[in-house]
């Protein structure tokens, strides 16, 4: 839009978290590549403010990461910016804790910590699927606890950690006995207030033509040379990745497992099944 000579009125941003994420013991902050995107962000701000093009047109903007720990680095940012962050947690307007740093020249008159939202539950069963509950609300106090689900996080192995945990009571038996479970991707895209399916379905679409294109091919044509033409030529972003067949309950019993496009090791065994990588995006 603004090599085309018009104004622009807003820029919403939210760079790669993972080199500022608190829970990553590897994160390098502002000095990798994917951490400097944080201030990239701030300077195209600053240049497009700038430019001739505005004609002392308002430009607003929303810059939002991960909760930041490093004092250095928020004082960095904040610089970049210009404006002090603002701290939210997703927990006072939905159904699950999301702690979030933003940086915006929009006004922020107050924010309602007593909303209906904050006040939501997973101890009255929003969101949970039939049968299941939040952990915490088998001790009898729902009408004092307000339960909200733990950030969903998109590493592998948080995915469905113990932070995930859900609970099902089985019936029949005098002792109390339960059946541990995670939070379905479903459930997830509730609490996130997505749509239903909003993730689900077309996470789902993708894996089931990939594998159609894949297995199909092998099947069929017994021709097991031939995987990274048909990638090339119908899903380009997945090129040149690795996947998997794995053995799989339901029908056809396999189903395909895939690295993410944009992984810096392209032979890399770290790899997602359809449910896995529905709770990464949500992630």
């Known amino acids: 839009m603004h090599k085309q000579k018009l104004a622009v009125d807003i820029v919403v941003g939210g760079p790669p978290c993972s080199d500022h994420a608190a829970v990553n013991a590897y994160a390098e902050g502002l000095k990798s590549s994917s951490g400097k995107k944080l201030l990239q962000l701030a300077e195209l701000i600053n240049k497009i403010q700038k430019s001739d093009k505005q004609e002392g047109r308002a430009l607003f903007f929303v810059a939002e990461n991960t909760y930041l720990t490093n004092k250095d680095t928020i004082h960095e940012v904040e610089r970049a910016y210009d404006i002090p962050s603002v701290e939210l947690d997703a927990k006072y307007f939905s159904l699950c804790k999301r702690k979030r740093n933003y940086w915006t020249n929009i006004p922020i008159n107050t924010v309602d910590y007593d909303s209906i939202s904050a006040e939501a539950s997973l101890a009255h069963g929003f969101c949970i699927e039939e049968g299941w509950h939040h952990c915490a609300s088998l001790t009898g106090k729902n009408n004092v606890l307000v339960l909200k689900a733990n950030t969903f996080m998109a590493s592998h192995g948080r995915l469905d950690d113990e932070r995930?945990?859900?609970?099902?009571?089985?019936?029949?038996?005098?002792?109390?006995?339960?059946?541990?479970?995670?939070?379905?991707?479903?459930?997830?895209?509730?609490?996130?207030?997505?749509?239903?399916?909003?993730?689900?379905?077309?996470?789902?679409?993708?894996?089931?033509?990939?594998?159609?294109?894949l297995l199909m091919k092998?099947?069929?044509?017994?021709?097991?040379?031939?995987?990274?033409?048909?990638?090339?030529?119908?899903?380009?972003?997945?090129?040149?990745?690795?996947?998997?067949?794995?053995?799989?309950?339901?029908?056809?019993?396999?189903?395909?497992?895939?690295?993410?496009?944009?992984?810096?090791?392209?032979?890399?065994?770290?790899?997602?099944?359809?449910?896995?990588?529905?709770?990464?995006?949500i992630g």
């Open 218 to 281: 092998r099947i069929v044509e017994c021709n097991w040379k031939q995987d990274e033409e048909v990638m090339r030529k119908y899903y380009k972003a997945f090129s040149g990745l690795r996947f998997f067949i794995n053995p799989s309950p339901n029908p056809p019993f396999i189903e395909v497992a895939l690295p993410l496009p944009n992984q810096k090791e392209r032979t890399t065994s770290l790899v997602y099944n359809c449910d896995e990588y529905s709770k990464r995006v």
């Open 164 to 213: 995930m945990r859900k609970a099902k009571v089985l019936g029949g038996s005098a002792e109390k006995r339960y059946i541990l479970g995670t939070w379905s991707v479903s459930e997830r895209e509730k609490m996130m207030g997505f749509p239903t399916d909003y993730v689900k379905k077309t996470v789902s679409d993708l894996f089931e033509k990939l594998s159609q294109l």
